[in-house]
T-cell receptor, first 111, second 113 residues
Framework: NAGVTQTPKFQVLKTGQSMTLQCAQDMNHEYMSWYRQDPGMGLRLIHYSVGAGITDQGEVPNGYNVSRSTTEDFPLRLLSAAPSQTSVYFC??????????FGPGTRLTVT | GDSVTQMEGPVTLSEEAFLTINCTYTATGYPSLFWYVQYPGEGLQLLLKATKADDKGSNKGFEATYRKETTSFHLEKGSVQVSDSAVYFCALRLPNTGNQFYFGTGTSLTVIP
């Protein structure tokens, strides 16, 4: 199993550009989530999904969209990048009521 | 609201020293508690967990006991190694919320030879 994979590893965007961070898992987990990690803030939940076709907002959803058309994939879209979205983004997956498995992260810089 | 508070770092220890990283939580109901570790440039990995009061989680020489009376889940290791240098996150999962986690802010540990 590859586990949770994320692409790209690094990305630089200009303010106003849009992009999609990719996340995939091959463990048939129903639950997937996106976090951002900022210094001194820990991990904050952006969006999550409890299964294909079902998504919901987390703590900091503004400026981000998600969709879950398959069990395996959970892409995160930045609609119009802002410098405040400079962060490290982690995708995670799990079975219900089980520990989360994290991807290696995407380091995003918005200039 | 539901939250996790862990001691601020950074923490610097000499090899073979004793480690304690404090973690307390606020939650309704009976959460499950976790410690995750993040090595430089990597994602988080589960280190240990406890799902009910008085449970002790352990792994790789690390231990933490779920103390309901003090709402704590402190991480300990008797003798740290250079390879333990990482950021440690305490986290909780509430019951009956699917699988939503709350993370602490992380504690950076550096172990020097």
């Amino acid at each position: 199993n590859a586990g949770v994979t994320q692409t790209p590893k690094f990305q630089v965007l200009k303010t106003g550009q849009s992009m999609t961070l990719q996340c995939a898992q091959d463990m048939n987990h129903e639950y997937m989530s996106w976090y951002r990690q900022d210094p001194g803030m820990g991990l904050r939940l952006i969006h999550y999904s409890v299964g294909a076709g079902i998504t919901d907002q987390g703590e900091v959803p503004n400026g981000y969209n998600v969709s879950r058309s398959t069990t395996e994939d959970f892409p995160l879209r930045l609609l119009s990048a802002a410098p405040s979205q400079t962060s490290v983004y982690f995708c995670a997956s799990s079975r219900t009521r089980s520990e989360q498995y994290f991807g290696p992260g995407t380091r995003l810089t918005v200039t | 609201g539901d939250s996790v508070t862990q001691m601020e770092g950074p923490v610097t220890l000499s090899e073979e020293a004793f480690l304690t990283i404090n973690c307390t939580y606020t939650a309704t109901g009976y959460p499950s508690l976790f410690w995750y570790v993040q090595y430089p440039g990597e994602g988080l990995q589960l280190l240990l967990k406890a799902t009910k009061a008085d449970d002790k989680g352990s792994n790789k020489g690390f231990e933490a006991t779920y103390r309901k009376e003090t709402t704590s889940f402190h991480l300990e290791k008797g003798s740290v190694q250079v390879s333990d240098s990482a950021v440690y996150f305490c986290a909780l999962r509430l019951p009956n919320t699917g699988n939503q986690f709350y993370f602490g802010t992380g504690t950076s540990l550096t172990v020097i030879p």
